[in-house]
């Protein structure tokens, strides 16, 4: 059975960084994109960053450009979310979802679907506050 498990998340002070790591087991590495999804407080669930399996291309969401950066490791099967400088409005619960992307999809769509992704992580609290 597929299972993500998400760690990272911390309180942290304005201008700090925290690396989230989704832990994906039960399926062969590869197989399926993973990609990070946040939802703060009365806020519905958005994309923040998403990687292609099929050729790593990267898309961020603008509030996160030049900030987080994404990528993965298949060999321990681990999708990474590096986040620096982070802000008050990064607070949010950091999930990270799975789905089976056809090859050409576009990677700015995978995060805007997040409708579509079948396996859900329980989720990862990041606090931004001094």
């Known amino acids: 059975q597929l299972r993500l498990v998400e760690s990272g998340g911390a309180l942290v002070q304005p201008g700090g960084s925290l690396r989230l790591s989704c832990a994906a087991s039960?399926?062969?590495?590869?197989?399926?994109?993973i990609n990070w999804f946040r939802q703060a407080p009365g806020k519905e669930r958005e994309g923040v960053s998403c990687?292609?399996?099929?050729?790593?291309?990267?898309y961020y969401t603008d509030s996160v450009k030049g900030r987080f950066t994404i990528s993965r490791d298949n060999a321990k099967n681990t999708v990474y979310l590096q986040m620096n400088s982070l802000k008050p409005d990064d607070t949010a619960v950091y999930y990270c979802?799975?789905?089976?992307?056809?090859?050409?999809?576009?990677?700015?769509?995978?995060?805007?679907?997040?409708?579509?992704?079948?396996?859900w992580g329980q989720g990862t609290q990041v606090t931004v506050s001094s």
């Open positions: 979802a799975a789905v089976r992307w056809g090859p050409a999809t576009d990677v700015q769509a995978m995060c805007q679907a997040h409708w579509a992704y079948d396996y």
């Open positions: 039960g399926f062969t590495p590869g197989y399926y994109d």
């Open positions: 990687i292609s399996r099929s050729d790593d291309r990267t």
